[in-house]
C-alpha cells in the first residue's frame, strides 16, 4: 500500500481516493480488473483512479490517476463532476480498508489509445485486464463491479452535470 495511506485509531487503513468514469462515444465505460494477491481467486472490476496525496486536489488527482493508468492526457478542468461521493470499506492485502472517494467524468471525443506505462508495482501486480464495456453487458454480468449498480449510475448521467455530487453509498 501507498504512503497515501493513514491507520485509523481503530486499525483501518484509510484514504481519500479521485475516480474516473470515461465514457467512449459509444457510451461504453472504461473499467480495471484488480486482484488482491492474498484471496486467490477472487477479481473485480472497478473505474480508473485511486489515492491523493496530501493536500491533493481531487480532480487533479483524478487526472493525475487516468494518465498513470491509461495514458489519456486530460485537464483537470476538463473532468466533469464530482458526479458522485461514497466510502468505500473493504479488505485488501489482508487489512481493512476505507477509502472515501469522488467521481468524476471524462468522455472521450475520439479513439483512445491505452497504455500502461505509469503503473506502479503493486497495479502491474493486481491489475488482471483493462477493457470498455457496454451499459447493458455492465447490468447483466456475474462479474463483480465497483461501485455496485454502476450500470445504473452511468445510464443515469445527463449530458451535462450541473448539479451536486451525488451520495452513492
Same mark, same amino acid.
Given at each position: 500500500?501507498?504512503?497515501?495511506?493513514?491507520?485509523?485509531?481503530?486499525?483501518?487503513?484509510?484514504?481519500?481516493?479521485?475516480?474516473?468514469?470515461?465514457?467512449?462515444?459509444?457510451?461504453?465505460?472504461?473499467?480495471?480488473?484488480?486482484? @488482491?494477491?492474498?484471496? &486467490?481467486? %477472487?477479481?473485480?472490476?472497478? !473505474?480508473?483512479?485511486?489515492?491523493?496525496?496530501? *493536500? +491533493?486536489?481531487? #480532480?487533479?488527482?483524478?487526472?493525475?490517476?487516468?494518465?498513470?493508468?491509461?495514458?489519456?492526457?486530460?485537464?483537470?478542468?476538463?473532468?466533469?463532476?464530482?458526479?458522485?461521493?461514497?466510502?468505500?470499506?473493504?479488505?485488501?492485502?489482508?487489512?481493512?480498508?476505507?477509502?472515501?472517494?469522488?467521481?468524476?467524468?471524462?468522455?472521450?471525443?475520439?479513439?483512445?489509445?491505452?497504455?500502461? @506505462?505509469?503503473?506502479? &508495482?503493486? %497495479?502491474?501486480?493486481?491489475? !488482471?485486464?483493462?477493457?470498455?464495456?457496454?451499459? *447493458? +453487458?455492465?447490468? #447483466?454480468?456475474?462479474?463483480?463491479?465497483?461501485?455496485?449498480?454502476?450500470?445504473?449510475?452511468?445510464?443515469?448521467?445527463?449530458?451535462?452535470?450541473?448539479?451536486?455530487?451525488?451520495?452513492?453509498?
Amino acid at each position: 500500500m501507498g504512503p497515501e495511506w493513514a491507520t485509523a485509531p481503530d486499525g483501518t487503513r484509510t484514504r481519500s481516493a479521485a475516480r474516473v468514469v470515461v465514457l467512449d462515444g459509444a457510451g461504453r465505460v472504461l473499467l480495471v480488473r484488480g486482484t @488482491d494477491p492474498t484471496v &486467490p481467486g %477472487e477479481a473485480w472490476w472497478f !473505474t480508473v483512479g485511486g489515492g491523493r496525496a496530501p *493536500g +491533493e486536489p481531487a #480532480r487533479e488527482a483524478a487526472a493525475r490517476e487516468l494518465l498513470e493508468e491509461t495514458g489519456l492526457v486530460v485537464a483537470p478542468t476538463d473532468l466533469i463532476g464530482p458526479v458522485w461521493v461514497r466510502v468505500a470499506d473493504f479488505p485488501y492485502l489482508g487489512e481493512r480498508c476505507r477509502q472515501h472517494e469522488e467521481f468524476f467524468v471524462h468522455r472521450l471525443s475520439g479513439a483512445a489509445v491505452l497504455h500502461r @506505462d505509469g503503473w506502479t &508495482p503493486l %497495479e502491474v501486480e493486481t491489475i !488482471t485486464d483493462v477493457r470498455w464495456w457496454d451499459v *447493458g +453487458e455492465l447490468s #447483466r454480468t456475474g462479474d463483480t463491479v465497483y461501485p455496485e449498480d454502476l450500470a445504473r449510475l452511468v445510464a443515469g448521467l445527463p449530458p451535462v452535470w450541473s448539479g451536486p455530487a451525488q451520495c452513492i453509498d
